[in-house]
């Protein structure tokens, strides 16, 4: 038997996630919920709904999370760490809210949160954060005391993260026809998002000219890109693209598109493109949709041989680098000394997101941070 480990004081973790649609019936109740009040426009909604009729109106979100919660449990099992761990979902079945009743009914008072994006921002921490705290206020109204509740640090830059990515770049690089390997590019992918919001992601002092989300997402290319340059010897070009805009076309969005791009490296004579998803934690529509499909259909129509890499996924050194996550935060809450891992230059992120941190257009209570209620 492993030594017990020592997740003291936290008592259970909650993976939390985006959730998606199980069949066609499904499709558009989660797309309502994904949208009420956004802001979307309806001609968007209508285009989307499609992607996921496509794929039978099943998102491989919630197989991708079910695979995750198998990886971690399997990693905490052999490993000694007997925490509990449960899986909630931001807009769709199992609901958040329905998952921190339960938890709080098995008697789960101080619950670690395991968010299934890696990087700051409004919509990938803060809106996680807003949804913490809508459910924690229903379990009040409720009668239910609500536990108390943390979110583990963004792990973009964790090993356990980022070299699984590398391994799955060099298996695609390696896929190429041999004559357009050593030429091939990679652009790294992530979500498009607001200019306006990309600019204040992050803590205030990391705010303004792309802000936390563009410099965590550039300093995780950077190391990958090197790892890479390392295994295959071949020093490649490579950019930060971005995919899956929504919104209204007058507002601003991070750019360019991946479906532009492509067009502008086959233009300038590129022979091969690599598109490696960073900005995502699992093979979801986002991926499957407008990478697989989107841009892989106007890479055919350019002639322009393409391969996308991996995510992450439920990859056995991310079972473990969560873990790792969950006893440095369990030691540095306990006042032991800890020293947090992360490659590239950025180093660690906060514990605890700060007052102001990836603030939203219309303030709202935002659990788990300096700005919270349930302090
Ligand atoms: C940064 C970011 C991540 C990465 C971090 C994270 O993972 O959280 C992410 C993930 C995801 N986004 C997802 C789905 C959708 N996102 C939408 C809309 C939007 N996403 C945005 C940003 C992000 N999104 C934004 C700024 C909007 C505009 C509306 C708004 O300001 O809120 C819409 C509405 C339709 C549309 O406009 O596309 C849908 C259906 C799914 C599930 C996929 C599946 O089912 O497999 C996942 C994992
Ligand atoms: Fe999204």
Redesign the pocket.
């Known amino acids: 038997m492993p030594d017990v480990l020592d997740a003291t004081p936290y008592d259970a973790l909650l993976l939390l996630?985006?959730?998606?649609?199980e069949g066609p019936d499904d499709v558009v109740p989660?797309?309502e919920n994904?949208?009420r009040g956004?802001g979307?426009p309806k001609e968007?909604?209508k285009e989307?709904g499609q992607h996921?009729f496509l794929f039978g109106g099943v998102?491989?979100?919630n197989d991708q999370n079910r695979a995750l919660l198998d990886a971690l449990r399997a990693d905490f099992a052999e490993h000694g760490l007997e925490v509990p761990v449960y899986w909630g979902n931001r807009n769709w079945a199992p609901y958040l809210t329905d998952t921190l009743r339960e938890m709080v009914r098995d008697g789960r008072r101080r619950v670690l949160v395991l968010?299934?994006?890696a990087?700051a921002?409004y919509?990938?921490c803060r809106?996680?954060r807003e949804n913490l705290a809508d459910a924690l206020a229903t379990l009040e109204q409720e009668g239910l005391e609500p536990p108390k509740i943390d979110k583990l640090r963004h792990y973009f830059n964790h090993p356990g993260f980022i070299e699984p990515m590398v391994d799955g770049l060099v298996r695609s690089i390696e896929d190429l026809p041999e004559e357009v390997r050593d030429g091939a590019h990679i652009a790294f992918t992530?979500?498009s998002?607001?200019t306006s919001?990309a600019d204040t992601s992050g803590p205030v002092e990391d705010q303004g000219d792309g802000g936390a989300y563009v410099r965590q997402h550039l300093d995780v290319a950077e190391v990958i890109a090197g790892a890479v340059r390392e295994r295959t010897g071949v020093d490649r070009p490579w950019q930060l693209v971005y995919q899956?805009r929504?919104?209204a076309p007058h507002i601003p969005w991070l750019e360019p598109d991946i479906c532009d791009h492509l067009e502008e490296r086959h233009a300038a004579g590129v022979p091969a493109v690599v598109m490696a998803p960073i900005?995502?934690?699992s093979d979801?529509?986002?991926v499957l949709y407008d990478l697989d499909t989107e841009a892989t259909a106007k890479a055919a129509e350019l002639g322009l041989p393409v391969r996308r890499s991996a995510t992450v996924g439920a990859d056995p050194r991310f079972a473990a680098a969560v873990r790792d996550l969950i006893l440095e935060r369990a030691a540095a809450e306990s006042g032991r000394s800890v020293a947090p891992c992360a490659l590239g230059a950025l180093g660690p992120s906060h514990n605890v997101c700060p007052v102001g941190c990836c603030p939203a257009r219309t303030p709202r209570p935002a659990a788990a941070g300096a700005d919270s209620p349930y302090a």
């Open positions: 996630s985006f959730g998606g649609p989660f797309l994904v949208t956004r979307i968007r909604l989307v996921y998102s491989p979100i968010a299934t994006s990087y921002s919509s990938g809106q996680y992530t979500h998002i607001p919001a899956s929504s919104g900005g995502f934690v979801h529509m986002e």
